[in-house]
């Protein structure tokens, strides 16, 4: 039987719907991963450093991503770039390229890094909810109340979110959260740089050392784990390597998706590092040593204090979006596992169709879906109630994603897939590069895990308040 050739333009050569991606969405996504809380960190991450190491590490950070990352955009098919097999998420590259052993860690790390960003956007989500509301308070009371609160409510209020939309079923159908969610990133990190703007223009000096912050503010000790903690929250101000290939998969062809990808990069890089440097040293040259693990609240409850609610109130948009990009591919790949496991499950593979008065069009239900989807936002939002650190987890997560998923893999499976000659000197620059990034990820990942140490020392179980 004949096919009609329309049926083919609404199809991409792996038989799933015609992808409709573009530059500027895949654009969008990556910023809405990449510029997040992160941002947030980088005036306190180059307090610790300095004037001069600060904005150096920034640069080599965004190089080492840019740069990795066009390498992992080649690995999105294998063998051909315009017609080989295509890898659909991060894990599926490394097992069709690496296979064997390395494939199962790259797929813990993976997860554990994806798992752990949604609990330090849960956790920030909510400081900027608990900013909100101290800063009416603080000015309903003419400055006599201190307005102390437990961030539990807002966590389980995030979490409350993040279950609604996590019924939407795949990344292709977030777009619009991830655009909405970029506009904010970009509202709060204005924000955030133009009220650093005013504060250095009201002191009327450049705070800050070229050094960072002196030994007698802090211990010797505390300043050697505090450089190294500034390192891992640079790395995770950088982090989306781990959803470059989910996102890659939304991108339409032709031209090869590794050429979109290569130019959204190009222009999501760009874009951020300018915005890092300059909400970062702004930051910093408004408060000096005294820079605030988190940008905004650093300007107190000061006027304009409704301009900071806008900024606090964008940054929980924007978090809500960045939620769902981290955790669409830990819901697609287990959906998948089970779903191969048990094909024959009705609760597993059926869509049940439901019917709202008013509404003309149906809305599909999964039972397995709707309850792991669910179960997965509680587990984050109770972790987060029991460890709500936002810098020493932003540290750690830098540590633990940055070196294996932005360089290592990336490298390895570029080298296997061009068919890099060992000991040429394109490999040796490759491993050089690999080495270098290793060292930042070990010495990061020691001083925010010393953090978390000094910070459980003090800490009581679903007792924080702020």
Known sequence: MDVPRTAFKCFDDDGRPKRSGTVWTA????LTAVI???????????????????????????????????????C????????????????????????????????????LNLFGTTISYTI?????????????????????????????PYMIMFGVTEILLSTIKDFHQIWWLSSVAAIMSFTYSAIGLALGIIQVAANGVFKGSLTGISIGTVTQTQKIWRTFQALGDIAFAYSYSVVLIEIQDTVRSPPAESKTMKNATRISVAVTTTFYLLCGCMGYAAFGDAAPGNLLTGFGFYNP?????????????HLVGAYQVFAQPIFAFIEKQAAARFPDC???????????????????????RAVFRSCFVVLTTVISMLMPFFNDVVGILG?????????????????????????SMKWVCLQMLSCGCLVVTVVAGVGSVAGVMLDLKVYKPFKTNY
């Open 27 to 30: 654009s969008a996504h990556i």
């Open 36 to 74: 997040g809380s992160g941002v947030l960190s980088l005036a306190w991450a180059i307090g610790q450093l300095g004037w001069i190491a600060g904005p150096a590490v920034m640069c080599l950070f965004s190089f080492v991503t840019y740069y990795s990352s066009t390498l992992l955009s080649d």
């Open 76 to 111: 999105y098919r294998t063998g051909d770039p315009v017609s080989g097999k295509r890898n659909y998420i991060y894990m599926d590259a490394v097992q069709s390229i690496l296979g064997g052993f390395r494939f199962k860690i790259c797929g813990l790390i993976q997860f």
């Open 124 to 152: 920030a989500a909510s400081i900027s909810m608990m900013a909100i509301k101290r800063s009416n308070c603080f000015h309903q009371s003419g400055g006599k109340n201190p307005c102390h609160m437990s961030s539990n």
């Open 305 to 317: 204090f409704w301009l900071l609610d806008v900024a606090n109130a964008a940054i929980v948009v």
């Open 346 to 368: 009705d609760l597993i593979s059926k869509e049940y169709e439901i019917r709202f008065p008013g509404v003309r069009s149906t809305y599909k239900v999964n039972v397995f």
């Open 399 to 423: 540590a633990l994603g940055f070196w294996p998923l932005t360089v290592y893999f990336p490298v390895e499976m570029y080298i296997k897939q061009r068919k890099v000659e060992r000991w």
